[in-house]
């Protein structure tokens, strides 16, 4: 008996699993990343987008994943020196409030040091000595280390074309310069 109904049952449970609605119910877009901007409640900077992973955007799940290595730079004035760049592998952003990374660092730029006698990923001064002792001896904190770890998902908005994410940190959170908020802007890739 065990042996007729066993067939019975894998061909019931195959023309079910054929009829289920698929979890997606839309399509995966392919997005190239154009634009990043920071807010810090006083103004806003454009990023310097120096290297691109690959995007891709399920419309059906609103799902934004990437593979690879992104960049955005912040660099200031005529000179363009930099403050920090944020570096990016494995994004993952869902309408779920998801959001993680593989890997996320932050790369010092020229300014700190040049300028500021601080360390500005590491969040810290120099001290009297105004020697970078990596956030010891009389080095003076200012706050956490810089992090995009920190951030939670506040917006994820598709038209069809165009993607945005916005990723805000909590108003509790201190660094220098102060970022609370940090958009992401994608547009669909060209077939």
């Not at 990437?66 to 960049?71: E, H, N, Q, R, V």
Request: a negative charge; proline letters at 6%.
């Amino acid at each position: 008996m065990f042996m007729l109904a066993f067939p019975l049952l894998l061909t019931v449970t195959a023309a079910l699993l054929d009829k289920a609605p698929s979890a997606s119910a839309g399509e995966v877009v392919e997005v190239v990343l154009e634009r990043v901007t920071e807010f810090d409640g006083r103004q806003q900077l454009r990023l310097v987008v120096e290297s691109r992973g690959e995007f891709f955007f399920d419309t059906g799940t609103q799902t934004l994943t990437s593979a690879g290595i992104w960049t955005a730079q912040q660099a200031l004035g005529p000179s363009r020196l930099t403050r920090y760049t944020h570096r990016v592998e494995g994004l993952t952003v869902g309408a779920d409030d998801a959001f993680d990374m593989r890997s996320y660092e932050c790369i010092e730029g020229t300014l700190g040091a040049t300028a500021l006698n601080a360390n500005v990923c590491g969040n810290y001064g120099f001290g009297p000595n105004f020697v970078d002792d990596g956030g010891y001896g009389d080095d003076v904190p200012r706050g956490p280390p810089k992090s995009l770890y920190d951030y939670r998902l506040e917006a994820l908005e598709w038209d069809g074309e165009r993607l945005r994410v916005v990723l805000a940190r909590p108003p509790l959170v201190v660094d220098d310069p102060p970022v609370g908020r940090l958009e992401l802007e994608f547009t669909r890739a060209a077939k």
